[in-house]
C-alpha cells in the first residue's frame, strides 16, 4: 500500500502528485492491470520475455550515448 504524509504547509495538489508517484513507483497499478485478465503461465512468461528485451534494448541505446 502506497502512503503518504502531509508535510508542513504542503498545498493538496503536490500531496497528490506525490500520492500518485508512489503508487507509480510501487507497481500497484501495473499489477492491477496485469490481472485484469486471466493469462496462462505461456502467455507470462512471453509477455517477461518481452519486457525484458525491451529493457535490454533501451539499456543499450543509453550506454551508447
Known amino acids: 500500500m502506497a502512503y503518504v504524509t ?11 502528485n506525490r500520492f500518485r508517484a508512489s503508487v507509480q513507483h510501487s507497481g500497484i ?16 512468461e512471453r509477455l517477461a ?5 525491451r529493457r535490454r534494448r533501451r539499456q543499450s541505446r543509453q550506454n551508447r550515448r
Not at 502531509?6 to 497528490?16: A, I, Q
Not at 492491477?32 to 502467455?43: E, G, M
Open 6 to 16: 502531509p508535510r508542513d504547509g504542503e498545498n493538496p495538489e503536490s500531496l497528490v
Open 29 to 44: 497499478l501495473r499489477e492491477l492491470k496485469d490481472r485484469r485478465f486471466f493469462r496462462s503461465k505461456a502467455q507470462k
Open 49 to 53: 520475455a518481452q519486457r525484458a528485451a
